[in-house]
């Protein structure tokens, strides 16, 4: 099972020619969360040189593990999201259950509008208002600082200011 991986953590940085090996590792059917986990963080650590990595790493957002998920995601943020396909499932992302996984998932629909223009459809803008009422404020931010690179800083400021007043009235 990808011995290739052990003698390539004997070396100080991951080389780039090493993707398509790590790409294999987490392809493979063998339900080990850990070796995948552990090929996350090294495709993240890759950053930019790690993108042909991303259709394998979006596949593991549909895992039922949560670390397994949150990992997959920090590691597509951290590559950068480069293509409009990748919008799906960030979007299933932001309405996730668990906060971290919704921040995340915002702050990789803001990269992927950075990176790729247009990419950012109107399909993400309720998605994206409702993230700015959410009781993490950490989702509210990521959501409101979204909705201002779409050019409706307006309707970011007016959701926080709702959001901030019924938190305080509760």
């Known amino acids: 099972r990808c011995g290739a991986l052990s003698a390539l953590d004997r070396l100080p940085k991951m080389p780039k020619e090493a993707v398509p090996c790590l790409v294999r590792c987490l392809k493979?059917?063998?339900?080990?969360?850990?070796?995948?986990?552990?090929?996350?963080?090294?495709?993240?650590?890759?950053?930019?040189?790690?993108?042909?990595?991303?259709?394998?790493?979006?596949?593991?957002l549909k895992s039922d593990d949560s670390e397994l998920k949150r990992t997959a995601l920090r590691a597509l943020v951290t590559i950068g999201p480069t293509e409009a396909s990748f919008l799906p499932p960030l979007l299933e992302a932001a309405q996730a259950h668990e906060a971290l996984l919704r921040a995340g998932a915002i702050l990789g629909i803001?990269?992927?509008?950075?990176?790729?223009?247009?990419?950012?459809?109107?399909?993400?803008?309720?998605?994206?208002?409702?993230?700015?009422?959410?009781?993490?404020?950490?989702?509210?931010?990521?959501?409101?600082?979204?909705?201002?690179?779409?050019?409706?800083?307006?309707?970011?400021?007016a959701n926080l200011i709702r959001a901030a007043a019924k938190e305080g009235s509760d």
């Open 28 to 60: 493979e059917d063998d339900n080990n969360t850990g070796w995948r986990l552990h090929v996350l963080y090294r495709l993240s650590e890759l950053g930019a040189d790690a993108r042909s990595a991303l259709p394998a790493t979006v596949e593991l």
């Open 110 to 157: 803001r990269r992927l509008g950075r990176a790729v223009p247009g990419a950012v459809t109107a399909e993400a803008i309720p998605i994206l208002e409702a993230a700015v009422s959410d009781p993490e404020p950490r989702v509210r931010l990521q959501a409101a600082f979204a909705l201002a690179e779409m050019g409706m800083a307006t309707i970011a400021l």
